[in-house]
């Protein structure tokens, strides 16, 4: 059996084999930005947790506390603003291992509320 000339032979496979790192690569990013989409909504019921802990009268570790477990390796600050106590949440936020994304949360409740 003869070939013809300009024969296709095989094409697809290296086609495949070219383009299967980059759609691997695309799936990764996108499910570890979905993760990352994930501990952001974490990160602020996190900070509103805390801001209404420490609005009630709680101390500063619990609030933390309520950040750190709801967000492993956050970070925490409060400050208080008038009649309100604020909460800012921070972590840092690897997506596939490529990159590192700062995530920050704030919210505030009434201090002195129940």
């Known amino acids: ?5 300009g024969c296709d032979t ?4 290296a086609e495949l084999a070219l383009a299967l790192p980059a759609v691997i690569l695309t799936l990764l990013l996108g499910a570890g930005a979905l993760g990352a989409a994930a501990r952001q909504v974490s990160l602020q019921d ?3 947790d805390a801001a209404r802990l420490l609005g009630r009268g709680e ?3 619990a609030a933390a506390g ?3 477990a709801a ?4 970070g925490f600050a409060s400050r208080g603003e008038g009649d309100l106590v604020c909460v800012t949440a921070t972590v840092d936020v690897e997506i596939g291992g490529l990159l590192t994304l700062p995530m920050r949360a704030s919210s505030c409740a009434l201090s002195g509320g129940l």
């Open 1 to 5: 059996m003869r070939r013809a000339a």
């Open 66 to 68: 309520v950040v750190g």
């Open 10 to 13: 095989g094409s697809v496979a």
């Open 59 to 61: 101390g500063a570790d």
């Open 46 to 48: 996190a900070a509103a």
């Open 71 to 74: 967000v492993p390796g956050a």
